[in-house]
């Protein structure tokens, strides 16, 4: 149950930085965020394709094959959901699913994914992203781990 309540979370978390985002007068862009020694800062991109503007050309492919994707790892995250075991594994897919839902429902609403952060550093500087970006990333990362750890750890290797 915690993992449903963390996929609504992100994804409502994310929708409402980006609504703020959008609501905010184009000319107060870029704005650079305090705190972060000044290597943040905060913009508006509307991406209309995949990461960096991939296929941007094709939206309804974008909006398939996105679609495609989340359902696949939904239909994983829910086979996994009764098992007692893989805990780390279930995070992380619901991190994913989070993130990814939230840039879904910006594809099909808004017909492009509101991206707002970017890191003045090597190699994050090639990119404009948003919070669901981020947890996406590190959802795969410890889905990925997951694989690694012994099963008393929440392995996805055979119970």
């Known amino acids: 149950m915690i993992c449903l309540g963390l996929i609504a979370l992100i994804a409502l978390l994310d929708l409402t930085l980006k609504s703020g985002i959008e609501a905010l007068p184009e000319d107060t862009f870029p704005r650079t965020l305090p705190g972060f020694g000044g290597r943040v800062e905060l913009r508006r991109v509307h991406n209309e394709g995949f990461p960096m503007g ?44 989070g993130g990814a839902l939230s840039n879904l429902t910006d594809r099909f609403f808004r017909h492009y994914v509101v991206d707002y952060l970017y890191i003045k550093r090597k190699p994050l500087n090639r990119i404009v992203w948003n919070l669901g970006d981020g947890f996406i990333a590190l959802g795969m990362l410890i889905t990925l781990s997951s694989g690694l750890l012994p099963k008393q750890c929440g392995s996805a290797k055979k119970e």
């Open 54 to 97: 991939v296929l941007r050309q094709s939206p309804r492919l974008v909006q398939g094959f996105s679609l495609f994707v989340i359902c696949t790892v939904l239909l994983r995250f829910s086979l996994l959901l009764p098992q007692k075991r893989r805990r780390l594994e279930k995070l992380g897919l619901a991190m994913v699913l």
